[in-house]
């Protein structure tokens, strides 16, 4: 008797977004984000992208391949001449605090 419940609730919700696609949006339902927030845009010192660098046990050109920048931008990040802002500074967050996803980041030779 269950699996025909079960059944029925499929069918039920394959037709419903057939009838979705065709126009009726009565039994759409629909879930959005309504708030979203990110994590706090942290001010990275030299000593902290060489750290960084240095626990991934990568080369400064090494860091920018796998972030997406040139080395001489590592280099001047290093050098305290800038620091990295925007997308730059989520990437070394996320891989500062996983380093597994330094795999995803970049191919292996």
Do not use: C, F
């Not at 009565?26 to 010192?45: C, D, E, F, G, H």
């Not at 997406?68 to 070394?92: C, D, F, H, Q």
């Amino acid at each position: 008797m269950a699996e025909r419940s079960v059944y029925k609730g499929i069918m039920q919700g394959l037709q419903d977004a057939v009838d979705h696609k065709k126009g009726d949006k009565t039994k759409a339902r629909v879930r959005m984000r309504t708030k979203v927030t990110s994590v706090p845009v942290l001010i990275y010192k030299p000593e902290d992208v060489i750290n960084i660098r240095k626990n991934l046990n990568l080369s400064q050109k090494g860091l920018a391949i796998a972030i997406g920048v040139s080395p001489r931008t590592v280099e001047s990040w290093e050098a305290g001449k800038s620091t990295p802002s925007g997308a730059a500074t989520k990437i070394l967050h996320l891989i500062n605090n996983d380093n597994s996803l330094l795999d995803k980041l970049v191919i292996h030779n």
